[in-house]
């Protein structure tokens, strides 16, 4: 039984799986804002030095700093602007790179919070990352930190990151975090390669005690395009696993907004199991997710739902040189913090304005009657057709509505 319609704004009642998963009276969280006036997050990529060579990175990191990068000043002004919002102001992650690289990062995060910002930090996990300068961060008001972790051990998780003993000195980080009072979100990259590691990677994730498990779905894009992603099946099995198990974690699916397609589908389901049987994937995802967790199960709770955000919609991304993107993954830039405000970027630059029309992209994601609510991932879109508007392929659903 269901209330909601397709936006997943209104009440769901649900039933089956979903009922004894704990599953959500709302299937998609949507914004009390309008996020065409002010985005619901900011990512600034203070710097793209970096200590690791992982075999994803975005940034194609390098190890020293660029000398244009935003200077303390111009970070300050550029964190006066996304305060100039005003409130509920967006939350500001700072991530690289690795933020640890700048010096000046207690005093930028000291200034953001001053500001009434909500302050997150993504660092990378190096010898840089160390108690006395998280305590000064927390102290200057830092509220969340994020980890990556991307294999279940030391072996594939080190291995993606290209360096070794980072799997262990992530464990001891994300104790640290969490003793030190932040917020704790894990990143995990899924690709073909570790897909059937990520049982083992809740099971750690869990043990963590993290508030957000971030699973972010391959954009072929940077030192990603070496690797490969899941194809549109493969992601469609996962993303009901995650669904699956939301009722023990917080999930957020990064790169895949049709998460909250199947959230709302499932919501809608008299009986998830049946509308939506597991193939092969998601049947061995589940089964080494009951092996691992029996016994010993935490606490299932109301689920989190998705929220309703995408490139350029609710989210922005500014460069270590002030060049704005619609998303970390989407490299079109639409301004120049050095040369606009940051908020006249985000409110009136001609792309940012078309990724909030999701009903006009092409293919199946214009037709689509979740579009509203999805939109798909404009970085894989842009990535795979070099269209940001294009369908996005990395979603095999086929819309009912005609257009
Ligand atoms: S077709 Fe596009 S809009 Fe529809 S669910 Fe898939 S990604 Fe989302």
Not at 45 to 72: F, G, K, S, Y
Not at 209 to 229: D, H, K, M, Q, Y
Not at 274 to 280: I, L, T, V, W
Request: hydrophobic content about 40%.
């Amino acid at each position: 039984m269901t209330t909601s319609d397709r936006s997943g704004r209104s009440t769901a009642t649900a039933t089956g799986t979903e009922r004894s998963l704990g599953a959500r009276a709302r299937p998609v969280r949507a914004l009390h804002h309008d996020v065409s006036e002010r985005p619901f997050i900011v990512i600034w990529e203070v710097t793209r030095a970096c200590q690791l060579v992982c075999a994803h990175c975005r940034a194609d990191a390098i190890r020293d700093r660029n000398p244009l990068e935003l200077d303390t000043r111009e970070g300050k002004l550029l964190l006066d602007d996304i305060a100039s919002f005003g409130a509920p102001r967006p939350l500001v992650v700072l991530t690289g790179g690795d933020p640890f690289e700048r010096p000046d990062l207690v005093d930028l995060v000291a200034h953001g919070s001053g500001q009434g910002l909500s302050m997150a930090l993504a660092p990378s996990v190096t010898p840089r990352l160390t108690r006395p300068v998280l305590s000064e961060l927390r102290e200057a008001g830092a509220k969340a930190v994020s980890l990556s972790l991307d294999g279940a051990s030391a072996a594939t998780h080190d291995a993606f990151r290209g360096v070794g003993g980072v799997f262990d000195a992530t464990v001891d980080a994300a104790r640290t975090v969490r003793e030190l009072g932040f917020r704790l979100q894990v990143n995990t990259t899924v690709t073909r390669g570790n897909v059937r590691e990520l049982p083992r990677i809740l099971a750690t994730v869990l043990e963590f005690g993290v508030a957000l498990w971030s699973v972010f779905f391959l954009v072929p894009t940077g030192r990603g395009s070496a690797l490969e992603p899941l194809d549109a099946a493969e992601e469609e099995e996962v993303l009901h696993w995650l669904h699956d198990v939301s009722g023990l974690i917080a999930i957020k699916a990064t790169e895949a907004p049709h998460y909250r397609r199947i959230a709302i589908q499932r919501a809608e389901a008299a009986v998830v199991d049946d509308a939506f049987p597991a193939g092969g994937l998601r049947t061995a995802l589940q089964r080494e997710t009951a092996r691992l967790l029996s016994g010993h199960e935490p606490t299932r709770r109301s689920a989190r739902p998705p929220i309703d955000v995408n490139a350029g919609r609710g989210f922005a991304f500014i460069d270590h040189m002030g060049t704005v993107y619609p998303s970390g993954f989407l490299p079109v830039a639409v301004g120049s913090v050095r040369e606009q405000r940051f908020a006249q970027i985000y409110r009136d630059a001609p792309l940012m304005r078309a990724l909030r029309t999701p009903t006009a992209f092409g293919g199946r994601c214009g037709r689509c009657e979740f579009a509203p609510v999805c939109g798909g991932s404009r970085s894989y879109a842009y990535a795979v057709t070099g269209d940001p508007l294009a369908e996005d392929p990395s979603c095999g659903y086929q819309p009912v509505r005609r257009g």
